[in-house]
């Protein structure tokens, strides 16, 4: 059986990171276009600017994304001439501006792509998939470009002076993918892919066990440390290469499913991060799974970095818990999993978690 995969690529340090662009990008051309947020942009560009020029390389345009990541944005920006133009092109900032950096590429038949992430919330900037979304925030679908960005470049020293919350969120989600993963894929006979993601995965979790409380209160104190960094790239890097090397189907189970239907409640949607309500939607997952071993282990990190654990640290109340419910269990997350995830399972384990002191 042939297979063909394409592992993430990244280089890690402070603002001497950069210094390693011009050896990353002299394959591909002496030009390139950078597309990314208003505020990452202002971040990173005084550190890149100086390393592009002694280097030769011609920035063709500055361009802000559009706060959002839609298939219209993305093909707008595909069809500037300076866009065309450039040999490659760089995306700089959170995971909207990876993502629609993404769509920019598949539009522009594979045009080389790099990343420099200026917010340690997701694997965006080394993952092969963008999450589309509408003009008015809706989601859309799923892009994939054909490979992980060619190179990710990772400044410490830029990401530890963003908003501590990003971080806060972003590790909720990761931990997620671990037991997600991990939930998805039993019982099924895994190709060496697969089994490559899944023994990654526990890095997803691990690390954030051991090191996430202090790696978040040096990043409320802008202060970087061993534990901060770990951290960046537990949610950086690990993250994305276990989203790469296990099936699509395997990146998503019932703490999303439950995150999906939390937010159907719009208090919840508008004032909550996504990776703060799937770390909710992840104590539901090892309650219906009975791993109440792992639950115990989580709940005081849970309360020490201050990650709900009740529906109203959500803006909700167990009047919602028929809406989350029936949500939860009509998405597609939940198709690929051990057993059949019923609805009884899911209001009984909500309930459980209400119930705890």
Same mark, same amino acid.
């Given at each position: @059986?042939? /297979?063909?995969?394409?592992?993430?690529?990244? /280089?890690?340090?402070? +603002?001497d990171v950069f210094d390693a662009i011009p050896k990353f990008t002299k394959l591909y051309g002496k030009s390139v276009a950078i597309i990314g947020g208003e505020t990452a942009l202002s971040k990173a560009l005084p550190h890149i600017r100086s390393v592009l020029d002694k280097a030769g390389i011609k920035v063709l345009d500055i361009i802000h994304f559009g706060g959002e990541c839609t298939? #219209?944005?993305g093909k707008e920006i595909a069809q500037m001439a300076s866009v065309k133009d450039a040999d490659f092109l760089f995306a700089v900032g959170g995971g909207k501006a990876m993502d629609t950096v993404k769509v920019v590429a598949i539009e522009l038949d594979d045009k080389p792509f790099f990343t420099i992430p200026t917010i340690a919330s997701t694997c965006a900037a080394t993952s092969e998939v963008a999450a589309v979304?509408?003009?008015? +925030?809706?989601?859309?679908?799923?892009?994939?470009?054909?490979?992980p960005p060619v190179h990710c470049f990772i400044d410490a020293d830029i990401l530890v002076e963003a908003p501590s919350r990003y971080? $806060? #969120?972003? @590790? &909720? =989600?990761? !931990?997620?993918?671990?037991?997600?993963?991990?939930?998805? #894929?039993?019982?099924?006979?895994? =190709? *060496?892919?697969?089994?490559? &993601?899944?023994t990654l995965a526990s890095m997803c979790s691990e690390p954030i066990l051991a090191h996430g409380i202090q790696a978040y209160k040096d990043s409320q104190a802008n202060k970087r440390s061993d534990a901060f960094d770990t951290i960046a790239m537990t949610v950086i890097f690990t993250t994305g290469v276990?989203?790469?090397?296990?099936? @699509?189907? *395997?990146? /998503?189970? @019932?703490a999303h499913a439950v995150c999906y239907g939390c937010v159907t409640n719009k208090e919840t949607e508008e004032n909550h991060l996504h990776g703060e309500i799937v770390a909710y939607g992840l104590l539901i997952l090892l309650t219906v799974d009975q791993q109440m071993d792992e639950l115990q282990r989580w709940l005081?990190?849970?309360?020490?970095?201050? $990650?709900?654990?009740k529906l109203s640290q959500l803006d909700l109340t167990a009047s919602h818990i028929p809406q989350i419910v029936e949500k939860a269990t009509s998405v +597609?997350?939940? =198709?690929v999993s051990p057993y059949? !995830?019923?609805?009884?399972m899911l209001t009984k384990a909500i309930q459980y978690m209400e119930s705890l002191d």
């Open positions: @059986m042939r /297979s063909t995969h394409c592992l993430p690529s990244y /280089s890690f340090g402070g +603002h298939f #219209a944005r979304y509408t003009a008015d +925030h809706t989601f859309d679908d799923v892009a994939f470009v054909n490979h971080l $806060w #969120a972003g @590790m &909720g =989600d990761t !931990i997620a993918k671990h037991y997600e993963t991990h939930l998805s #894929a039993r019982n099924r006979e895994q =190709d *060496y892919n697969t089994q490559l &993601g899944l276990v989203s790469g090397c296990v099936p @699509m189907a *395997y990146n /998503s189970n @019932m005081p990190v849970y309360r020490e970095l201050g $990650w709900p654990t +597609h997350d939940i =198709d059949k !995830i019923t609805a009884d």
